[in-house]
C-alpha cells in the first residue's frame, strides 16, 4: 500500500498551480493572437476613428469651357461648417444665441439649427457650400467646437446659357445632368482628406496635428459649343418661343455640317443652372398663374418642372413633316428614279388605294416639274416620287440616314426614332412618309441626316464634347469626327443642294432668305396624333452657303398656340436670322448675285462741311439720290447721319440752314402692305427704307408683305430717316 507524504501532496498543488497559470498564459496568448489577428484591422480602425476626426476635402472639379476657351462651368473655393455639440456643451456657450447667431450669418431657420448644436454625435453639419466671406463672419467668432472644411461651389457664369448641354451638380458635386453627368468620373477628380487627433471625450487634443493628403483636380472638358453661335441660337429661339407661346416648348440645333460638331443647342423652357429647382420660364409662370392653387396647379408645376429638364432637341421624337421630303428627294435621286426636270400634275390631292391625300394647295399646283414640286413643297409630288423608290428601297435609306438608331450622342436621354414594323409599312404608309407624316424622328437625328446630305453624303456622329484638358491645358483625350457611312453620292448632294436653295429664293421658304449667303432649306408643318386638335409642330431646317455648306440649323416651334402655326411662317425667318449671325460671325464671305448687287445697302458717307455741289457729286457716285433743304452754300448736317445703312437708290437729305432740320415726320403704318406699296408711301414722306426678311429676295407681290417696323407708326422723325422693315412671305406650305 503507497503511503502518500507531505512532498507529494505539496506536488501536486504545484501543478495544478502551473496547469491554471498554464491555461490562463495560453488563453492570454490566444486572445492576444485574436486581438491582432482576428480583430485586429477593426480595432485598429476604431483606434483612429477616437483618436482621430478624419474629414474629405473636395477635389476641384474640373472646368467645362466652350470651344474657344470661354468658362461655362467653373468650380470656386467654399467651405463646410461643422460642430461638435460636446465641445459646445463644455464651452457652456448659450445653445439659443448661437443657434440665432448661426442663423442670421448662414440664412438658415434657427429652430433648425438648434437641435443641431445639441445631437448626441460629434460631427454634426450645419451647412455645406458656404463662401469663404460667409464663413470667416462665423471663424470670427472664435467659437470652439466649430470646424471647417474645405469645399467647392459649382457656378455657372451665364445662368441659363446652353443649360441643358451643360447640366448641374448636386449636394455632393456629383452631376445630376447634360455633360455633368456624362463627365462626371473626369470631372470629379479624387478628393482628398485631413486628419487631426481628438481626446476620448471626442475634443481636440491640448496639442494640435493635421495630416493633410492632397486632393487631385478633374479633367476639363471642351466643348463643341461656340459660346456667340449659342447665344444667337438662344435669342432668336427666345424670342420666336414667346411670341408663339408654344405650349410643348421649343428646340434649335446648329451643326458643323462637315465635322458632326454641334455648335449651339438650345431647348425651351430652360433653366437657371445656379438655382436647377427653380421655374423661371415666364410662358410657363403665366399659364400656371391661371391654374390658381390647389391639386391641377401642384400637378402642373411638377410636369413644368420635368418639362424645363428636358432637352427637346435630343430627348423628343415628332412627325418631321415636309423636312423629311429633304430625304425622299435624295434616295430618289440617288436611285436615279427622278429628275429635276421630270413632269407632274398637281389636281390638288393624290388617290392611293382607298385613301385620298390632299397637298396644301387645295386647288392644285397643276402640272409642274420635280423642281417646282420641290420649291412648292408639293405633297402628291413626293407620293409619286416615294412609290418610284418603293417600299424595300425607302426603308434601307431609312436606316442609312439613322433614323432606326440612336446616334451615339454624348448627353443623356437619347430617344429612339419611331418606324413601322414590316407587316404595317404598306403602300399608304409609304405615300404619307414619303411627305414626312407617320415616321417620328428626333431634331438630332434630323439635322445629322440632312449635314450628310449637304456635305456630300457622308454621315457623320454629331459630338458635343471637342476634347479632355488637365490644370496645365494638355489634352488629354481628342475626340476626333466619326464618319458612320456614306449614303449618296456628290452629285446627289450637289442636286439636292441646288433644289432646296430654289425653295429659300422663290419658294415656301422665303422667309430664311439672307442677300448674299445662299440659303438652302425645307419647311415642315406637322400635325400631332391625335390629328383634327388643333396641334401643330413648325419646323424648317437650313444650311449655308449652299453651294459649299459650312452650317446647318434646325428650329422646332412644338404648338404654337399664338400667330401662324406654319413652319414656312414660324420657324424659316428665326433660322434666317441665326444663319445670317454665325456666317457673319465665322467670316464666311457673301456672295451676291447680278440681282443682289443693285440692293446691296450702302453706309451713308459723311458729306457735312462739304459744299453742296461736292457733296451731291459724292453722293451720286455711291448710288444715293439727295435733296436739299436750305438756300446755303454748305452742308452743316444730314439725314439719314453718316455710318447709317440704307439701300441704293435711297435719298439723303442735306440740310444748309441751321433751322433747316427742325421739321418733323410722322412715320406711316406700313404693316401688311407689299414691298412696292411700302416704297411708295414711305418715299412720299421723305423717308428711306431698310428691308429686311423676305422683302430682300426683290420679291414684289402681295404674298410677301410687311410685318415689323421700326420705328413704329407714329412716332416723329427727321426727314430722311430709316425706317427698318421685316417682311414676310405668306404663301407657306400647309400641313406637312
Known sequence: MAITGPKTSLRKRMFYVLLFFTTLLIMLVLYILKLNIVDGEKLRTGAIEQQTRDYQVSSARGTIYDRNGKTLAVSSSAETITVNPKEIAAAGYDVDGLANKFAEILELNAEDVKPKLTKNAQDVEIKRKVETEVADKIRELNLKGVYFKEDTKRYYPYGTFASHVIGFTGRDNQGLGGIEMVYDDELSGVPGRVVTLKNAHGTDMPFQEERHIDSENGLNVVLTIDEAIQHFAEKHLENVYNETEAAEGA????????????????????????????????????????????????????????????????????????????????????????????????????????????CAEKSGHGAETFKDGVKNSCNPVFIEVGQRVGIDKFKQYYKAFGFNDKTGFDLPGEANGVFYTDEQFKTVELATASFGQGPKVTPLQLISAVSAVANGGNLMKPHVVKELTNDEGTVVKKIEPTLVRQIVSEETSKTVRELLENAVNVGSGQNAY????????????????????????????????????????????????????????????????????????????????????????????????????????????????????????????????????????????????????????AVPDVKNKSLASVKSILSSKGLNLSIVGAGATGSDSDRTVAEKQTPEAGTEVERGSVVQVEFRFLDVEGTN
Open 514 to 665: 439672307i442677300k448674299g449667303y445662299r440659303v438652302a432649306g425645307k419647311t415642315g408643318t406637322s400635325e400631332k396624333i391625335p390629328r383634327g386638335q388643333g396641334k401643330y409642330v413648325a419646323s424648317f431646317l437650313g444650311f449655308a452657303p449652299a453651294n459649299d455648306p459650312k452650317v446647318a440649323c434646325l428650329v422646332v416651334v412644338d404648338e404654337p398656340s399664338l400667330g401662324s402655326y406654319y413652319g414656312g411662317a414660324v420657324a424659316a425667318p428665326v433660322v434666317g436670322k441665326i444663319l445670317e449671325d454665325t456666317l457673319k460671325y465665322l467670316g464666311v464671305e457673301p456672295q451676291y448675285t447680278t440681282e443682289e448687287k443693285t440692293t446691296i445697302d450702302i453706309s451713308v458717307p459723311d458729306v457735312t462741311g462739304l459744299e453742296v455741289s461736292v457733296a451731291k457729286k459724292k453722293l451720286e457716285d455711291m448710288g444715293l439720290k439727295h435733296t436739299v433743304i436750305g438756300s446755303g452754300e454748305k452742308v452743316l448736317s444730314q439725314m439719314p447721319s453718316s455710318g447709317a445703312t440704307v439701300s441704293s437708290g435711297s435719298v439723303i437729305v442735306l440740310y444748309t440752314e441751321s433751322s433747316a432740320g427742325d421739321e418733323k415726320v
Open 251 to 358: 428646340a434649335c440645333i446648329v451643326m458643323d455640317v462637315k465635322t458632326g460638331e454641334v455648335l449651339a443647342m438650345a431647348a425651351l423652357p430652360n433653366f437657371d443652372l445656379n438655382s436647377p429647382n427653380e421655374l423661371i420660364d415666364k410662358v410657363t409662370l403665366n399659364r400656371l398663374k391661371k391654374l390658381g392653387s390647389g391639386e391641377e396647379y401642384e400637378k402642373a408645376l411638377t410636369n413644368a418642372k420635368n418639362k424645363m429638364w428636358r432637352n427637346k432637341a435630343v430627348v423628343d421624337s415628332y412627325e418631321p413633316g415636309s423636312c423629311f421630303k429633304i430625304m425622299t428627294m435624295s434616295m430618289a435621286l440617288e436611285e436615279g428614279v427622278v429628275t429635276p426636270e421630270d413632269h407632274f400634275f398637281c389636281p390638288g390631292y393624290k388617290i392611293v388605294e382607298d385613301r385620298r391625300i390632299s
